[in-house]
């Protein structure tokens, strides 16, 4: 039986993590459930999934929680993130889901990771923010971590394992892995006129294509920041170089990603657009259990296409690119930016091409330096949220 603490439960991949453990009940018990303020449905997931633990961060919802929970379940109710810190230090749970959205899920993760604990990583910003320090940690404590994100677990699906085995301190070059095809869809605006871009809705953006996601992580695909950021993710993951990983364009998302070898084979992971595969993936890696998604149908799939992102209509991408390059600074700074970015054009207060304009100024305005622990990146987050915030302000 595996202990699971699922962060970021009432979300959609912690909706979809329970999906798939309610499938496995025998092998899989679930100890912990950890969100932000949704009270009805952290209710709901109580009552179906018994937790040990239901942690609610949200000021007042933990309260409001125990005022509807019946006591017969037993489930002590936490309601400060020290308190979710403690217990993912603890000898509660053997697994983490980690997908919590943006850098709130950061600490939790790390204190997940500092246990030694087996993570299954869905929070890329957790990677965003602190790659070396996140890797270097794992390593130390012996935590295995796994990637949920569809495109890493694609890549992973195809490397040997050697590199499975290593993550973060592998080297690609010599099993003979060339470079790593990051594939994504482009998102709902792939064909729209870059020029009336600046007038797009939020509802429009949140459309998306194949996927259903969360509302930020919808955002980002539409300007592919998302994309961005998991080429960050992928350099930590995978220990890549720039010539490592190449971002191509795929607008049917039926290919998750693929490795290109030295001898010219390309090796692909294909499926549904359903994160439930991933998931599974690493809930049973090395093995393999049932996700509840149909394998895909060749002779519906149609017609699969490539292309070359283009820099003007994704200037976020390629924004992400270069501070991936440039340091941790850079990459902690654009993350905290562009959460701040988002959550204004989603609230109506800035305009979709006014995202990208915030990130740049917040990255060009900053002194940027070496981050080498912890605190010293949560502080930077800090101030790039205030400058961003002060940009977004001018902005409306
Ligand atoms: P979501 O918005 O649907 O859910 C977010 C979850 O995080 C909710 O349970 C919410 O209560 C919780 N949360 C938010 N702020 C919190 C806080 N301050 N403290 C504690 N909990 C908090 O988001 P999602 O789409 O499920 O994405 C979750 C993570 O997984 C993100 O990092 C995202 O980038 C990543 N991811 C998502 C998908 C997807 O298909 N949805 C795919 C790949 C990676
Ligand atoms: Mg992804």
Redesign the pocket.
Known sequence: MQRLAV??????????TLDVLSRHQHHYQVTIL?????VAKMLELCLVHKPKYA?L??AGAAKQLSEQLPSALNCEIIDS?DG?CQLMASDSYDTVMS????A??LLPTMAAVKQGKKVLL????SLVMSGELFMQQAQQSGSIILP???EHNAIFQCLPDQIKDNLGHCDLSSAGVERILLTGSGGPFLNHDISALSQVTPEQACKHPN???????SV?SATMM?KG?EYIEAKWLFNASAEQIQVVIHPQSVIHSMVQYKDGSTVAQLGQPD?RTPIAHCLAHPQRIEAGVEPLDFFRVGQLSFVEPNYQRYPGLKMAIDACHQGQSYTTALNAANEEAVAAFLDKKIGFTDIYKANAEVLNFMQHQPLDCLDAILEWDKQARRIAQGIIKRMH
């Open positions: 962060l970021g439960a009432t979300g959609s991949i912690g909706t979809n950890a969100a932000y303020s949704n942690v961060l949200a993130l979710l997908a919590i959205v943006g709130a899920g869905a929070n890329k910003e949920v994100d569809s996927w259903s996601m969360g509302r930020k992580i980002d998302n950021l994160m």
